[in-house]
């Protein structure tokens, strides 16, 4: 199999050049020729993906030749046309990243230039990271970004939410008052667009790390508004808590402590190599007097490189269980090495937790490997 493309080698000469024209079309000063040569110099094949958009981005600085307020104004003429709907952020217009380099570089000290210019590309492609610098600087332009909470445009809403959220996956951290963080979240919370309502419930995940019991609390008032939109952003936002059996969690989604029996847990084959799959089976017994709605997650404890077990929870799946009703359940684990969790030969335990409970434990050995 192939190795995938590097991404630093998205840009190409030819991706160089149609952001060179795109530029010299609308500011006839702009040299392209001399852009796409000092672009691409001696060092260009050494540098990284966030080098190459940092050089991108200087020399579009020194190509300019402009004022900040102006040469943003120049770039956002030569964006593309705004994208329709959700599809092909992050996945196409990679062009357009050292125009977001530009923003976060230089606009430090033209906030209200710089907003405009996030405001303009962020519906053609994402600012979400051109952004974060102006507001750590300025956290006073929160008020202007709230007012876009009510666009009609969801990239520009979906900016309020990703743009300011305080672990951006690949950016720096982010410390903005909560409380005008969570004001302006809120008024996200019944979005019509998926695309915004999974940026929200991220947001609040990031939230909810350092301020559980706060972020727990108002998603409980969200909940009881009994709107589905609303509702999603809920779930999708605790969902680690739901899987830590966090209970306050679990009975907001109807998870009550479980009246069950876990019978039977094996697993199969008892030994197996890394790059095999094992099979695990066990029935859940009813024993209450009333149907029981049950999240059934599996622990494994995964032997790391020191020996000692470390878990990770898997969702298997939910279900209502009627009183005095059994249900078996299968659930193949895949043993193949991979780049998020290394595997290690060693006994490993497979829990199964109901509702928030360990059950069941049962151990398979893990043998040297295929991989």
Not at 115 to 140: G, Q
Not at 142 to 171: F, Q, Y
Not at 275 to 290: Q, S, Y
């Amino acid at each position: 199999m192939t190795d995938a493309p590097k991404l630093k080698d998205y840009f190409t000469p030819a991706v160089i050049d149609e952001l060179g024209g795109r530029i010299a079309a609308v500011h006839g000063a702009f040299d392209r020729d001399g852009f796409a040569r000092a672009v691409l110099d001696d060092r260009w094949n050494e540098r990284t993906f966030t080098e190459r958009t940092r050089h991108i981005s200087e020399m579009l600085w020194r190509g300019l030749d402009l004022d900040v307020t102006t040469a943003l104004q120049v770039l956002v003429e030569a964006l593309p046309e705004e994208l329709d709907g959700s599809a092909g952020v992050l996945n196409e217009r990679f062009w357009l990243w050292p125009i977001g380099d530009f923003i976060a570089t230089y606009a430090e000290d033209e906030v209200d230039a710089g907003l405009d210019a996030c405001y303009e590309l962020t519906k053609r492609f994402t600012a979400e990271f051109a952004i974060r610098p102006l507001l750590a600087a300025h956290p006073e332009a929160l008020d202007r970004v709230a007012t876009w909470a009510s666009d009609p445009n969801e990239h520009v809403r979906r900016l309020v939410s990703e743009g300011t959220r305080p672990r951006l996956p690949w950016a720096t951290r982010l410390d903005l008052p909560t409380d005008t963080v969570l004001e302006i979240l809120s008024q996200l919370r019944a979005d019509p667009s998926p695309y915004v309502r999974k940026s929200v419930a991220n947001h609040l995940n990031d939230l909810s790390k350092d301020d559980p019991d706060r972020i727990i609390t108002l998603m409980e008032a969200w909940h009881a508004e009994d709107v589905a939109e609303t509702t999603w952003i809920v779930r999708h936002a605790l969902r680690n808590h739901l899987k830590d059996g966090q209970p306050r969690v679990l009975r907001l989604f109807g998870f009550n402590p479980p009246r069950v029996a876990v019978d039977s847990l094996s697993v199969d084959p008892a030994a197996a190599n890394i790059g095999d799959a094992v099979e695990l089976r066990f029935t859940l017994r009813g024993r209450g007097g009333e149907t029981q709605r049950l999240m059934v997650d599996l622990v494994v404890g995964y032997v790391k490189a020191s020996g000692a077990q470390a878990p990770k929870v898997f969702k298997c799946r939910e279900l209502e269980l009627a009183a005095g009703e059994s249900i078996d359940c299968r659930r193949r684990l895949d043993l193949r090495q991979r780049s998020t969790r290394r595997l290690y030969p060693g006994t490993h335990a497979v829990t199964i937790r109901v509702n928030g409970e360990d059950l069941a434990t049962a151990e398979f050995e893990l043998l040297g490997g295929r991989d």
